[in-house]
Every structure is written in structure tokens, then in C-alpha cells.
């Protein structure tokens, strides 16, 4: 015999206040957001190791899952506050409908679909100030200047040996585009470690494409923030089910008394 389909839940959905599209909260939600950037960077760093090391195929899977899990947490905490939004917008709604008095900042408070995607824009701001300018003058690397050793310091009374060789003792100098190449790699280090170093080409296509790749988990905080009333219409339809079995069962209960009843009188 097959086994009986589990009968999914059915989505209730109650209707809400819809509130205002900018905010103040949306500062505040960006920064936390931001937040998110920043300490999956930094954990980028901390396990730079374990992403960066073995076949390519490893090293893959290693930073498609990192990837997901970043997604993951920030999808979490979108839809947390979706969720909670169009729980507030309910109250709202059920209250002006009441004729009851109503607090303005819940009122703007309540869910806007639209709101998800301004925190998320916020949020991007500070990273493609540096992905921008470092994808734009992105350049492919053929080289380094390497220290020479120092028995060449011999040579320095000899200008047709020494003369042309100064140019490698020139100081290195670390200018501000320099600093915005290196954070936007940090922000985008799980494709770098999917490419490899060595593979000049395609990390240049990847400093090319930072600022799209860096706020590429921040898009799931979207999709989370969005799914908000769908959130909110099965915890609902949760609460009609445990309604109906609690009736269901009250009536089975009904039932079997009224026959003890029956019983009791037939022998009699």
C-alpha cells in the first residue's frame, strides 16, 4: 500500500496595511545588513585556507556552500522582517477597521514590498564606492617586481651594471586605487578562490565583475524580505489547521460520550 500523502497546509491570507516606502528603520536595517558584508568578509579571510586549497573541483564546492550560507542567513533575516512587518500591518488593518485609534509609525511601519530592495541599495552603497573603481581600472597581471639580492650592492660604483637594475630597487607605492583593488578582491574572495591565481584571465574577469559579484548574497535578503506575506498566510493556515483538528476532536469526543449515553440507556 502506498503511504498517504501528507496534506500540506493551507495558505490563509489576511489582509494588511500597506506602509509607507521610505523609513526610518531602513538606515538601521541597512547598516545591519552591511554588517552581514563585512563579517562574511572577514570570514572569507579566516578561512582563506580551507577555500582556496586543493582541486578545482573542492575548491568549488567549498565556496559554493560558503556562498550559500551567507545567502542563507541573509534570506533569514529579510524574511524575519517581512514577516514581521506584514504581522504588524495586520494589526493595523484590523484596528482601522474597528474605527480604532491607530500609531502613526505603525502605520509607516507596516510591510511594503518595495522596502526590501531600498535596505538592500543602501546597504550596497559603501561596496560599490570600492568594487566600482577597482573593476573599472582592473588590469591583468603579468609581474611583480621582485627585492634583488645583495651581493648586487657590489655594483653600485659600476653605473653601466648598476644604472639599469635601480629600477627594480624603485619603492613600491601603494596608492589608493591599489588599497580599493585589494578590498574588492576581499569582497569577492570565494570567486577568486573558485578561479585559482594562477588563472590570469578569468581573475580579471572577476575584478571586472566585483560589484556585481560582491552584493551577490545580499539579493537573497530580497527574496527573504518578499516573502513576507507567504510567511505570514501559512502561519495562519497553521493556526486554521490546529483549529480544525482541535474541533474535530471535540466532536469525536461528543460523539463517543452520546453513545456511552445510548449504552447505558439501552441497558436499562
Not at 518595495?114 to 588590469?139: Q, W
Not at 613600491?172 to 569577492?188: E, Y
Request: aromatic residues 8%.
Amino acid at each position: 500500500m502506498q503511504a498517504k500523502k501528507k496534506k500540506k497546509n493551507p495558505l490563509v491570507y489576511k489582509p494588511y496595511y500597506k506602509g509607507d516606502v521610505w523609513v526610518n528603520s531602513n538606515i538601521k536595517n541597512a547598516l545591519k545588513l552591511l554588517g552581514y558584508f563585512l563579517f562574511f568578509t572577514i570570514l572569507y579571510v579566516v578561512a582563506g585556507s580551507s577555500l582556496s586549497g586543493g582541486s578545482i573541483v573542492i575548491r568549488l564546492i567549498a565556496n559554493i556552500l560558503v556562498l550559500v550560507v551567507c545567502g542563507g542567513v541573509m534570506y533569514t533575516n529579510g524574511a524575519n522582517l517581512g514577516d514581521g512587518e506584514v504581522a504588524l500591518g495586520e494589526i493595523v488593518h484590523a484596528r482601522l477597521e474597528e474605527g480604532k485609534a491607530v500609531d502613526e509609525k505603525d502605520k509607516k511601519q507596516s510591510f511594503r514590498n518595495v522596502r526590501g530592495l531600498i535596505i538592500f541599495l543602501l546597504a550596497i552603497v559603501p561596496i560599490l564606492l570600492i568594487t566600482v573603481p577597482a573593476a573599472l581600472t582592473a588590469e591583468k597581471q603579468m609581474y611583480a617586481l621582485q627585492s634583488l639580492p645583495s651581493w648586487v650592492d657590489s655594483y653600485q660604483g659600476h653605473d653601466e651594471i648598476y644604472a639599469p637594475l635601480d629600477y627594480y630597487r624603485t619603492a613600491d607605492r601603494t596608492g589608493l586605487m591599489d588599497i580599493l583593488q585589494l578590498l574588492s578582491r576581499l569582497l569577492v574572495y570565494p570567486f577568486i578562490c573558485m578561479v585559482g591565481t594562477d588563472n590570469l584571465d578569468m581573475l580579471l574577469l572577476v575584478d571586472r565583475l566585483a560589484p556585481v559579484l560582491a552584493v551577490l548574497p545580499g539579493i537573497a535578503y530580497v527574496a527573504g524580505y518578499q516573502m513576507g506575506p507567504y510567511l505570514r498566510a501559512r502561519v495562519h493556515g497553521d493556526i486554521a489547521r490546529n483549529i480544525r483538528k482541535q474541533k474535530k476532536k471535540q466532536k469525536k469526543q461528543i460523539q463517543a460520550r452520546r453513545e456511552q449515553s445510548e449504552k447505558k440507556n439501552e441497558l436499562i
